[in-house]
């Protein structure tokens, strides 16, 4: 893998929803009885693993964040995938989701990037799992249980949340002392990389320097850091050029950015993984006046058709676009989400919209005809970001995995 030169200029990021070849038609659609799933493209996925891993240096291998169920699409099939395609290294959050992997038969390390509880040692070493060592103490708490563990230790250069203070030289020397933990990795995290402007970017180069000249002490006393990771999706898009062991793309992986609006310095074209569907229940008149859902917080003012859908917040569909200008994808046309989202179903105005039915396909993020939605729309419109659009998205919404 060939090293990449960072140009001076920015680059938008190219998008692309279609799931299929040119010219094949294939919607991958569960039977009738489901009532919203997600369509996962793992050609996609592949893409985006491929055009990320392109711009590290040589020697630089992706480790995948597939905490919080892989941000929504699945962590089994995910990783799995993943893991079938030659890919050894991966990230989660808490220790559930490291057995899990386990117990689906995940190969290669599995770093936990979050606090595990002491009294879970003995799981961590029974399914192979790599801790992150949060502080020294916490260190110390692992290394009186006697019992054999790797760890990454986690350096603190400026985000305030876990890891010990890059500062503090002697507690992170001090961490490759016990003789129970073995430290196979070193790492830290960026709060700013998602930011070009001048405050952004010096705070950022000064978390790198920090980081660096902790990793160099450790090299100056004489011992092995391990594997030394410090970026993250927006990390690697704008600075592609640091040389470490390993890079942990989350959101970029799932073919998004946390903004669709942030500018990145290197052109990738990210594929978004996952289009979210349901299904229209039923269709009716509501003359003006009657009002629509809970509240009667939408009263046409002109006789409309309504189309009922078999998807609601508890399903990941954020209440807010009741009142946000929420819109659905419906024969090819924008609808419009009236009245206040429900638990399990939403209503659109199809008034506009000729021949729809009950079970019409709803798209909420994907493409129908010409017409998209994109979680960074949806997003935009809750003042969030992509990152906890797709995440959470529900269990029962059930995930289809195409090619």
Same mark, same amino acid.
């Given at each position: 893998?060939? $090293?990449?030169?960072?140009?001076?200029?920015?680059?938008?990021?190219?998008?692309?929803?279609?799931?299929?070849? &040119?010219?094949?038609?294939? +919607? @991958?659609?569960?039977?009738?009885?489901?009532?919203?799933?997600?369509?996962?493209?793992?050609?996609?996925?592949?893409?985006?693993?491929?055009?990320?891993?392109?711009?590290? &240096?040589?020697?630089?291998?992706?480790? @995948?964040?597939?905490?919080?169920?892989?941000?929504? #699409?699945?962590?089994? +099939?995910?990783?799995?995938?993943?893991?079938?395609?030659?890919?050894?290294?991966?990230?989660?959050?808490?220790?559930?989701?490291?057995?899990?992997?386990?117990?689906?038969?995940?190969?290669?390390?599995?770093?936990?990037?979050?606090?595990?509880?002491?009294?879970?040692?003995?799981?961590?070493?029974?399914? #192979?799992?790599?801790?992150?060592?949060?502080?020294?103490?916490?260190?110390? @708490?692992?290394?009186?249980?006697?019992?054999?563990?790797?760890?990454?230790?986690?350096?603190?250069?400026?985000?305030?949340?876990?890891?010990?203070?890059?500062?503090?030289?002697?507690?992170?020397?001090?961490?490759?002392?016990?003789?129970?933990?073995?430290?196979?990795?070193?790492?830290?995290?960026?709060?700013?990389?998602?930011?070009?402007?001048? +405050?952004?970017?010096?705070?950022?180069?000064?978390?790198? @320097?920090?980081?660096?000249?902790?990793?160099?002490?450790?090299?100056? $006393?004489?011992?092995?850091?391990?594997?030394? #990771?410090?970026?993250?999706?927006?990390?690697?898009?704008?600075?592609?050029?640091?040389?470490?062991?390993?890079?942990?793309?989350?959101?970029?992986?799932? *073919?998004?950015?946390?903004?669709?609006?942030?500018?990145?310095?290197?052109?990738?074209?990210?594929?978004?993984?996952?289009?979210?569907?349901?299904?229209?229940?039923?269709?009716?008149?509501?003359?003006?006046?009657?009002?629509?859902?809970?509240?009667?917080?939408?009263?046409?003012?002109?006789?409309?058709?309504?189309?009922?859908?078999?998807?609601?917040?508890?399903?990941?569909?954020?209440?807010?676009?009741?009142? *946000?200008?929420?819109?659905?994808?419906?024969?090819?046309?924008?609808?419009?989400?009236?009245?206040?989202?429900?638990?399990?179903?939403?209503?659109?105005?199809?008034? *506009?919209?000729?021949?729809?039915?009950?079970?019409?396909?709803?798209?909420?993020?994907?493409?129908?005809?010409?017409?998209?939605?994109?979680?960074?729309?949806?997003?935009?419109?809750?003042?969030?970001?992509?990152?906890?659009?797709?995440?959470?998205?529900?269990?029962?919404?059930?995930?289809?995995?195409?090619?």
């Amino acid at each position: 893998m060939r $090293a990449h030169r960072l140009r001076a200029e920015t680059f938008p990021v190219r998008w692309g929803y279609s799931l299929t070849s &040119p010219g094949e038609k294939r +919607e @991958a659609r569960p039977s009738l009885s489901h009532r919203a799933w997600a369509e996962i493209s793992l050609d996609h996925l592949r893409h985006n693993a491929a055009e990320l891993q392109r711009l590290l &240096p040589s020697g630089c291998r992706l480790m @995948a964040v597939v905490k919080a169920n892989a941000y929504g #699409h699945g962590i089994t +099939e995910i990783a799995g995938h993943l893991n079938r395609s030659g890919m050894d290294s991966f990230a989660v959050a808490e220790i559930g989701e490291g057995i899990l992997l386990r117990e689906q038969g995940i190969q290669g390390e599995i770093l936990i990037l979050g606090y595990t509880d002491p009294e879970r040692a003995a799981d961590l070493a029974r399914y #192979h799992l790599t801790q992150t060592m949060v502080s020294l103490e916490y260190g110390q @708490a692992l290394e009186a249980l006697g019992i054999d563990l790797e760890v990454h230790v986690k350096i603190d250069t400026g985000m305030n949340r876990l890891g010990v203070p890059h500062q503090d030289t002697e507690s992170i020397l001090r961490c490759y002392d016990f003789v129970n933990l073995r430290v196979t990795g070193i790492f830290s995290h960026l709060s700013m990389s998602d930011g070009l402007g001048p +405050e952004e970017t010096e705070f950022t180069r000064r978390q790198i @320097a920090q980081f660096d000249g902790v990793v160099a002490q450790i090299k100056k $006393a004489g011992i092995d850091p391990g594997l030394v #990771h410090l970026q993250s999706s927006y990390g690697m898009l704008n600075y592609p050029e640091l040389r470490y062991d390993r890079a942990r793309p989350g959101i970029a992986l799932y *073919g998004l950015l946390s903004q669709e609006g942030d500018a990145v310095r290197c052109q990738a074209e990210l594929r978004p993984v996952l289009a979210l569907k349901a299904t229209v229940t039923q269709v009716k008149e509501v003359q003006a006046g009657q009002p629509v859902g809970y509240g009667r917080r939408f009263v046409p003012e002109r006789d409309i058709r309504i189309a009922t859908v078999s998807i609601g917040y508890a399903d990941g569909v954020p209440r807010m676009l009741s009142d *946000g200008g929420g819109q659905a994808l419906i024969r090819g046309k924008r609808a419009s989400i009236i009245g206040s989202i429900c638990m399990d179903q939403l209503t659109v105005d199809v008034t *506009g919209i000729d021949g729809v039915r009950q079970g019409d396909t709803v798209t909420l993020i994907g493409q129908d005809g010409d017409e998209q939605i994109t979680a960074g729309e949806i997003a935009a419109r809750c003042r969030t970001v992509t990152n906890e659009i797709v995440s959470r998205i529900g269990s029962r919404v059930q995930r289809i995995y195409v090619e």
